[in-house]
């Protein structure tokens, strides 16, 4: 049933097919890994190095970051990042449906535009403000403005990486 209704509604033009969603949320996910990936490296350069993976690692096993291995803080950081691209994928979608047409190398610029704000923006915020305060009194008292200062360089190097390799896994998939 939900497959007919599917093919009723692509073939009016109103919106992409199952398929090509399905497609899309695949691609957001992919995206979102290989941002996080890129995302490692300036992680690894700052001082703070990759805190952040282990704190959020920390406070979903509800122990200290002191206490996670690397391997668990790789985890959460990488799922965060399909995450991330499936977020991505949404508020593409989404504003892609409302707002008019303007493609540009097979994408449209201002569902981009607001989807890679979207997430950059989220992926901070979501870090910054509920995960940093429960990974423990002293780790957020003491490192709280380092370790915010580096999220926001690695957020945005995430974003960047959504502005440039978005469009090009997207580019032919309608």
């Known amino acids: 049933m939900l497959e007919?209704?599917?093919?009723?509604?692509a073939a009016l033009g109103v919106v992409p097919s199952l398929g090509a969603l399905a497609g899309r949320l695949a691609l957001g996910a992919v995206v979102g890994v290989a941002a996080a990936i890129v995302m490692d490296i300036p992680m690894w350069r700052q001082d703070e190095g990759f805190t952040p993976a282990y704190i959020a690692a920390s406070v979903l096993r509800r122990t200290q970051p002191d206490e996670i291995g690397f391997l668990d803080a790789n985890v959460v950081h990488h799922v965060a990042g399909a995450l991330s691209g499936l977020l991505y994928a949404l508020v593409y979608l989404a504003t892609?449906?409302?707002?008019?047409?303007?493609?540009?190398?097979?994408?449209?610029?201002?569902s981009h535009l607001i989807a890679t704000g979207a997430v950059v923006a989220s992926i901070y915020f979501l870090f910054s403000h509920f995960v940093l305060p429960r990974a423990g009194r002293r780790i957020y008292e003491e490192r709280a403005t380092a370790v915010r200062g580096q999220w926001l360089r690695s957020s945005l190097v995430f974003g960047a990486t959504l502005l440039i390799l978005a469009p090009a896994l997207f580019t032919g998939l309608s």
């Open 4 to 9: 007919h209704m599917s093919a009723v509604i």
């Open 96 to 110: 892609d449906f409302v707002l008019p047409d303007l493609p540009l190398v097979g994408i449209d610029v201002p």
